[in-house]
């Protein structure tokens, strides 16, 4: 094997180890695209849970259901699931107490563990509960 050929080779191999090594640490194309879109999922119902706090504080009330947010003031589209494109899971469970849920691909990064929004794989709800949230005042003069 003449020497120019033999560092082709070994160059080659070193080319092939760094990559296989940055898929390792930065994990694969597939992987990065599950997690950026369980990230999106989180900002999306941060989202909606700010949206449904500003509502409770204008109206006293819940939505019944998220699109009663689509007026042009409070949101002009609904956020869906980056992946299946199908709306977030919303759930009143009281008079000012709901749920917001989402299906999530892999668990919270290590950043997140301690975070309120923590989720495994699969379905996971949070849970709100707006009962001390001010409210407008509604008595008449």
């Given at each position: 094997m003449s020497p120019h050929r033999a560092a082709a080779l070994a160059a080659a191999a070193v080319f092939g180890i760094a990559i296989a090594i940055g898929l390792y640490v930065s994990g694969s194309p597939l992987e990065q695209r599950l997690l950026r879109s369980d990230r999106q999922r989180v900002d999306d119902l941060r989202g909606l849970a700010g949206v449904i706090s500003r509502?409770?504080?204008?109206?006293?009330?819940?939505?019944?259901?998220?699109?009663?947010l689509v007026d042009g003031r409070h949101l002009t589209?609904?956020?869906?699931?980056?992946?299946?494109?199908e709306p977030y899971v919303y759930v009143v469970k009281g008079?000012?107490?709901?749920?917001?849920?989402?299906?999530f691909s892999r668990p919270s990064p290590p950043p997140m563990q301690d975070d309120f929004w923590r989720h495994g794989p699969g379905r996971a709800c949070f849970g709100f509960d707006y009962t001390d949230l001010p409210r407008p005042n509604r008595s008449t003069p």
């Open positions: 509502y409770v504080m204008e109206t006293g009330r819940l939505p019944e259901t998220l699109d009663a589209r609904l956020p869906r699931d980056p992946a299946t494109r008079p000012l107490a709901f749920e917001l849920c989402a299906d």
